[in-house]
Structure formats: C-alpha cells, structure tokens
C-alpha cells in the first residue's frame, strides 16, 4: 500500500523556519521523482519543489528560501524552508510523481505574527 505521512508543520512567525519531513512506503522510493505540493485556503494545490536524479526545481515563488532533499536508504523527503512569508500559509503534501491518487493527509504550516 502506496502511503506518504507528512510532519513538522506547525506556526511560525513571518521570516521564521520549519522543516518539514515525508516518510514514504509501498513503492521504489529511489527510482521516482519526488515533490513537495501545498495547497492554501481556497487556492489550488500548487507543486512548490522537486527532486529527482540529483536535480532540484523550485516555483519562483520559494526560489531561494525553500530546499528539497531526500534521503532513500530511509525513504525520507524533506523540505527546509526559510525566510518564511503569510503567503507560504497552506496544507504541506509530499507525493511521488505519478501516484497522484495516494495523497498523504498533509501537514498545516501558519505563517502570521
């Protein structure tokens, strides 16, 4: 069973950090790339970052702040993410690309003072 459990979110103050952890199972998690989506209130869910053969992508919008990372030997995705913003507000998801139908519950981050 293809199952993804996102932690470490909670609430920070704006230019604040977090650091957000994926632990994936059921599938190869090595052989797949590997993304952070988040979804704010009444906006569509976006994909904010990417992993995959030692390439990383980034939405403008996090460019600079935010960093993939993985680790397959534990089948760990992380996301560290800095400088945040009220606008980084949203439900967290990590997924494996083409498993779309396996969304994890996700993990809220607030961004206010």
């Known amino acids: 069973q293809v199952q993804f459990v996102e932690s470490g979110g909670g609430l920070v103050q704006p230019g604040g950090s977090l650091r957000l952890s994926c632990v994936a199972s059921?599938?190869?998690?090595?052989?797949?790339?590997l993304s952070w989506f988040r979804q704010a209130p009444g906006k569509e869910r976006e994909r904010v970052a990417n992993?995959?053969?030692?390439?990383?992508h980034y939405a403008p919008s996090v460019e600079g702040r935010f960093t993939i990372s993985r680790d397959n030997g534990n089948n760990m995705l992380y996301l560290q993410m800095n400088s945040l913003q009220p606008n980084d507000t949203a439900v967290y998801y990590c997924?494996?690309?083409?498993?779309?139908?396996?969304w994890g519950q996700g993990t809220k981050v607030t961004v206010s003072s």
């Open positions: 059921g599938f190869t998690f090595s052989s797949y790339s």
């Open positions: 997924i494996a690309d083409g498993l779309y139908q396996f």
């Open positions: 992993i995959f053969a030692g390439s990383t």
